[in-house]
């Protein structure tokens, strides 16, 4: 069986983390290279603000987008896979924690992991 030292879990942590961060900035890059490449001659009204179509503010919507190769769709993708990367890192935590047997990390990093997720899924406030 695998054994979790604290180095090798600083090494597959630090992995995660630039794994994550390398993916979302190549996901973003290339939505904004598709997003340039269909509207290069666009003008925008810099009077008028205009936030992200209804659909790309779902998780179903900005995979449905990416999948499609649509640059708006990618780039949410790369923005959600940022944001999901360090909650990755704490649920990887737990995990390690426990395969130690280390009770006290693991209920810590566990309530980490509730708040984290408390934030991010919890009660909504108004659209």
Do not use: C, K, N
């Not at 936030?51 to 780039?75: D, K, N, S, T, Y």
Request: no cysteine; hydrophobic share 55%; net charge positive.
């Amino acid at each position: 069986m695998l054994r979790w030292t604290d180095q090798r879990m600083e090494r597959f942590i630090g992995g995660l983390l630039r794994v994550g961060v390398l993916l979302s900035a190549a996901l973003v890059l290339a939505g904004a290279v598709v997003h340039l490449a269909g509207h290069a001659g666009d003008r925008p009204d810099l009077h008028v603000f205009r936030g992200e179509p209804l659909a790309l503010r779902e998780i179903g919507g900005i995979l449905r987008g990416a999948l499609a190769v649509e640059g708006r769709g990618l780039i949410q993708l790369g923005l959600l896979v940022l944001v999901a990367t360090p909650v990755a890192r704490v649920g990887f935590s737990v995990f390690a924690f426990a395969a130690q047997r280390d009770r006290t990390y693991v209920l810590v990093t566990m309530a980490v992991l509730a708040i984290l997720s408390f934030s991010l899924f919890g009660v909504r406030g108004h659209p």
